[in-house]
C-alpha cells in the first residue's frame, strides 16, 4: 500500500515563529488531507487538498501531486498551535482506506 | 451543530465482555468509519461503511465488529474484548469516501484488563 512520511517528527517553537511541515507520499493520490490534533486529543480537519494550494487564516497548504509532496504552513504561530498534525492520503481505485502519517507533534512555546 | 457523537468517551473494561462504541452523525453523510490510535502506529483504519448495510474491513479489522443499519448510526463491537485492544477510538464520517469533510468524533478512550 501507500506510504506516508511527515517530517519533522517533533517541532518545538517561540509564539510568532512561521513553520513548514512536509509531508511524502509514495504513489499516486486521489486525495490529501491534513488534521490537526489538540493537547486534549480532538481531531479537526485542516484541509482537503488533492492539489494546489489553500489558505485559512494564518494557515495554508500546498499539494503538488507530480512530485508527491504536501507542505503545511503555519504563520505567526500561537500557543493554541500546539498538538499533532496528520496528513492522510487516498489512494482511490477501489481503495476506501486513507493512509495516516505518523504525525508531526508542534510545541509553541509563549 | 453538525458533529460526530462518540459514547462513552472512557470506558474500563475486563477482558473478555462485550461491549458497544456508539457512534452517530447529524450531516447525512454515507461514509464512516472507525479508527484506532497507538503511540508510535498513528491512526489505523479499522472498518469502514460505504453506505447503509455496506460495511467492509480496513486496515486491523481483527476482533472488532460493526453494522450500518441506519444512515446515522454506526457502532463498534468488541465481542471479546482483550487487553491489546486497549487504545483510543475514534469514528468519523464524511460526505463520501473521498474524505471531504472528513468530520472525526471526540474519541473513546478504551482499557481493557
Known amino acids: 500500500g501507500i506510504q506516508v512520511e511527515q517530517s519533522p517528527p517533533d517541532l518545538i517553537l517561540q509564539e510568532g515563529a512561521n513553520s513548514t511541515l512536509r509531508c511524502n507520499f509514495s504513489d499516486s493520490v486521489n486525495n490529501l488531507q491534513w488534521f490537526h490534533q489538540n493537547p486534549w486529543g480532538q481531531l479537526i480537519n485542516l484541509f482537503y487538498i488533492p492539489s494546489g494550494t489553500k489558505q485559512n487564516g494564518r494557515l495554508s497548504a500546498t499539494t503538488v501531486a507530480t512530485e508527491r509532496y504536501s507542505l503545511l504552513y503555519i504563520s505567526s504561530s500561537q500557543t493554541t498551535d500546539s498538538g499533532v498534525y496528520f496528513c492522510?492520503?487516498?489512494?482511490?481505485?477501489?481503495?476506501?482506506?486513507?493512509?495516516f502519517g505518523r504525525g508531526t507533534s508542534l510545541i509553541v512555546h509563549p | 451543530e453538525a458533529q460526530v457523537t462518540q459514547n462513552p468517551r472512557y470506558l474500563i473494561t475486563v477482558t473478555g465482555k462485550k461491549l458497544t462504541v456508539t457512534c452517530s452523525q447529524n450531516m447525512n453523510h454515507e461514509y464512516m468509519s472507525w479508527y484506532r490510535q497507538d503511540p508510535g502506529l498513528g491512526l489505523r483504519q479499522i472498518y469502514y461503511s460505504m453506505n447503509v448495510e455496506v460495511t467492509d474491513k480496513g486496515d486491523v479489522p481483527e476482533g472488532y465488529k460493526v453494522s450500518r443499519k441506519e444512515k446515522r448510526n454506526f457502532p463498534l463491537i468488541l465481542e471479546s474484548p482483550s487487553p491489546n485492544q486497549t487504545s483510543l477510538y475514534f469514528c468519523a464520517s464524511s460526505l463520501s469516501s473521498r474524505m471531504r469533510g472528513y468530520t472525526f468524533g471526540s474519541g473513546t478512550r478504551l482499557t481493557v484488563v
Open positions: 492522510a492520503a487516498y489512494t482511490g481505485g477501489g481503495s476506501y482506506i486513507p493512509t
